[in-house]
Structure formats: structure tokens, C-alpha cells
């Protein structure tokens, strides 16, 4: 149960860091609309990765966190925002996937 609270910890750091972006492409209420909901998402990633880290070794939490924010705002960013896809980026996001698979097995 607690790597799937871990996961949905990760997710709504994509969705805060998503809300950033969308902010600052808006202008007046709406970009105050997506900074509300950007602080909605921090408040939920932060407390469940505090649930999380109750439970699960903190350095192991704290990288898939991290590492799912990661992957997921990279991947938002090119599904959404319309940033480049390039080689390189897609190499390394695969070695920071494989390093999250990697500590998830190895940890106890």
C-alpha cells in the first residue's frame, strides 16, 4: 500500500509542477485558477510522501518521489507544452526509470 501512495505522491508532483506551467501560460483569474490548484497538488504529494516515509526508508522514498516527478513533468512536458523530444533526453529519462525500478527492488 505504501508505494502506491508512494506513486500517487509522484503523480500529483506532476500535476503541481503541470499547474506551473499552465500558469504561466495563462494571464488574470485563470493563472490564479492554476496557482490554486498548484498549491492543492504540493499540499497532497507533500503529505503523502510524509505518510510514506512513516513507512519506507526516507532516502528510497524520497528518490522515487522525485524520479516520478521527474519522468512525468519531462513526459508533460513534451505531451503538453510542446518541448523537444530529443535522443538524449529520452536516453537519460529510460537510465532515471531504470534507477527507479532499480531502487524499488533493492529496497526492503
Given at each position: ?108
Amino acid at each position: 500500500m505504501n508505494w502506491i501512495l508512494l506513486l500517487v505522491a509522484g503523480l500529483f508532483e506532476v500535476a503541481f509542477a503541470a499547474c506551473l506551467g499552465k500558469a504561466k501560460n495563462a494571464s488574470g483569474a485563470e493563472a490564479n485558477y492554476w496557482y490554486i490548484a498548484f498549491l492543492i497538488c504540493l499540499a497532497i504529494s507533500m503529505l503523502l510522501l510524509v505518510k510514506v516515509t512513516k513507512h519506507l526508508p526516507i532516502g528510497t522514498a524520497y528518490a522515487v518521489w522525485t524520479g516520478i516527478g521527474a519522468v512525468g513533468t519531462v513526459l508533460v512536458g513534451i505531451l503538453l507544452f510542446k518541448e523537444p523530444t530529443t535522443f538524449w533526453r529520452l536516453f537519460f529519462i529510460t537510465t532515471l526509470v531504470i534507477s527507479i525500478v532499480g531502487l524499488k527492488i533493492v529496497s526492503h
